[in-house]
């Protein structure tokens, strides 16, 4: 079994203030994580992802996740906030079985970027 | 490359209609899945398919049929629309064990 945990629904950031949306996962085997972002009335744009390689990913617009197996966390880092970034973020956990992957998704987090 | 399309973008149905919404992918990908996205609750699993004429049940599977005739079609099937399948729908696809890519969505809503 596998579960994510979003640690935060909403989170409020000033232009050019670092950004952290939360989570940890749960999962009995090694998982491949992903942050997918999903900007208001728009699909799902994958921003980064996890794959047992090295531990600090870095994605699309200067966002990056760390691994951290003994914490079981992924947290999604981002040095500087833009207008731009403003959307809903979900962190996701992929367990196989046999040869599918299936996508556990966490209940996501609003990023509001203010001036 | 159109990647994963989805249509329609928007529907309205009354309780009780039945309908399809329609998924293609154009990669080539062997898996494919429909999500349901529902306010607070991220997106859940409805079904997913591992090939053509394979398919199995996700996390919430009732009220809804699929199939996958082809590698590039996965149709989602509502045979007797209830006002509790009103969301937002997303079909994904992806190589075997690899990203899923996502389409642009259909907001379904019931009357």
């Known amino acids: 079994a596998q579960s994510v945990t979003q640690l935060d629904s909403h989170v409020s950031v000033s232009e050019g203030t670092p950004v952290l949306l939360r989570c940890n996962y749960s999962?009995?085997?090694?998982?491949?994580l992903f942050w997918y972002v999903q900007h208001p009335n728009k699909g799902l744009q994958l921003l980064l992802k996890y794959t047992s390689a090295a531990t600090l990913v870095k994605g699309i617009n200067g966002f990056e996740a760390e691994f951290k197996k003994s914490e079981t966390s992924f947290h999604l880092t981002k040095p500087s906030a833009h207008m731009s970034d403003a959307a809903e973020y979900f962190c996701?956990?992929?367990?196989?079985?046999?040869?599918?992957?299936?996508?556990?998704f966490g209940t996501g987090t609003r990023l509001q970027v203010t001036l | 490359n159109a990647g994963v399309t989805q249509t329609p973008k928007f529907q309205v149905l009354k309780t009780g209609q039945s309908m399809t919404l329609q998924c293609a992918q154009d990669m080539n990908h062997e898996y494919m899945s429909w999500y349901r996205q529902d306010p607070g609750m991220g997106l859940r699993l409805i079904h997913y398919s591992v090939g053509a004429g394979i398919t199995d049940q996700g996390e919430v599977p009732n009220g809804y049929n699929v199939s996958r005739s082809t590698t590039e079609d996965f149709p989602l099937r509502l045979l007797s629309a209830a006002p509790s399948q009103t969301s937002v729908y997303f079909c994904?696809?992806?190589?075997?064990?690899?990203?899923?890519?996502f389409g642009p969505g259909t907001r379904l809503t019931v009357l």
């Open positions: 994904a696809s992806s190589p075997q064990g690899g990203t899923q890519y």
């Open positions: 996701v956990v992929s367990g196989n079985t046999g040869t599918a992957s299936k996508l556990t």
């Open positions: 999962s009995s085997y090694s998982p491949s």
